[in-house]
T-cell receptor, first 115, second 114 residues
Framework: DAEITQSPRHKITETGRQVTLACHQT?????MFWYRQDLGHGLRLIHY???????NKGEVSDGYSVSRSNTEDLPLTLESAASSQTSVYFC??????????????FGPGTRLTVL | AQKITQTQPGMFVQEKEAVTLDCTYD???????LFWYKQPSSGEMIFLIY??????QNATEGRYSLNFQKARKSANLVISASQLGDSAMYFC???????????FGKGTRLSVIA
């Protein structure tokens, strides 16, 4: 079955370190997204990609970067981790298209703690 | 300005009763889609139901239905015959126009009481 996976599921790191969160999907979806979830804020968009070599900034992109070298993967990098980036991170994917109907399917999430 | 508003941080419902979770949205785009997701305590995001702006009928999926009132810009989720397993966070989300990311509300925590 097609799926979307994230690794690691839990990560503890120190302030100032570079951290990369992996996202891999086997749906063959062109669209991939990264969100962070914090209490009281719901899910906020960090970065997204509509295809290989395409990346776009979301609402809360400062301090994060992504790159898309193939269809299956969109790794999220925290260049210099800060305590404010302690959060749960979700990756999602959807088919590309011009309609608004495409459902986003989510990975299981990564809980990141920055000490 | 907030595009998706969920005004109920928390709700309680008795088992087997119906419950309505509110969602209002703001857009000037005539083409948009509205989504509801469930997030149980285990943390995963589960897609529940979709409503398109041009859909003539309210969407239904099993015990879930969407009360879509376009003029009022509301897309409330109705869960019939609540079960203990329905206890979770519920998020309303919207996509405007074509290929754009979802924008989420802050969620409503539903607790089903036996």
């Amino acid at each position: 079955d097609a799926e979307i996976t994230q690794s690691p599921r839990h990560k503890i790191t120190e302030t100032g370190r570079q951290v990369t969160l992996a996202c891999h999907q086997t749906w063959n979806h062109n669209n991939m997204f990264w969100y962070r979830q914090d209490l009281g804020h719901g899910l906020r968009l960090i970065h997204y990609s509509y295809g290989v070599h395409d990346t776009n900034k979301g609402e809360v992109s400062d301090g994060y970067s992504v790159s898309r070298s193939n269809t299956e993967d969109l790794p999220l990098t925290l260049e210099s981790a800060a305590s404010s980036q302690t959060s749960v991170y979700f990756c999602a994917s959807s088919e590309s298209g011009t309609a608004s109907t495409d459902t986003q399917y989510f990975g299981p999430g990564t809980r990141l703690t920055v000490l | 300005a907030q595009k998706i508003t969920q005004t109920q941080p928390g709700m309680f419902v008795q088992e087997k009763e119906a419950v309505t979770l509110d969602c209002t949205y703001d857009t000037s785009d005539p083409s948009y889609g509205l989504f509801w997701y469930k997030q149980p305590s285990s943390g995963e995001m589960i897609f529940l139901i979709y409503q398109g702006s041009y859909d003539q009928q309210n969407a239904t999926e099993g015990r879930y239905s969407l009360n879509f009132q376009k003029a009022r810009k509301s897309a409330n989720l109705v869960i019939s015959a609540s079960q203990l397993g329905d206890s979770a966070m519920y998020f309303c989300a919207m996509r405007e126009g074509g290929n754009t990311p979802l924008v989420f509300g802050k969620g409503t925590r539903l607790s089903v009481i036996a």
